[in-house]
């Protein structure tokens, strides 16, 4: 009984060790571009591959998105101010990531 919790404990092992991998701009647009993020609070966000984003909260707010670097950048109309984050992801979980440290979640979909 002790040999199968052992095995079983090892197999788990990597997937509970699966760690927030940070992306790179390559791997940004890789993830983003064409896909759908769900948030908790039941918002979501599309990314298209000519740059608009898509904000729902019951209503559409369209912006745009863009990278510098390895960050991941939006503006949402009027403002012209251009908010950047880092972003990493865990499996189909994604998280944005300020400057200051603070983070949003969400799960990817196509």
Known sequence: MRALALV??????PALAE???????????????GHVVHYTDGTQQSFKPDGQTIYNNGR???GHWAL???L????????DIWACYG?????????????EGSATEGVLAP
């Open 60 to 62: 559409d707010s369209l």
């Open 72 to 79: 991941y950048c939006s503006v949402w109309p009027p403002s």
């Open 68 to 70: 510098r670097g390895d």
């Open 19 to 33: 760690e927030w991998q940070t992306l790179d701009g390559a791997a940004i647009t890789a993830a983003l571009s």
């Open 87 to 99: 972003v990493a992801v865990q499996g189909a979980q994604v998280k944005f990531i300020a400057g």
């Open 8 to 13: 079983v404990a090892m197999l788990a092992g």
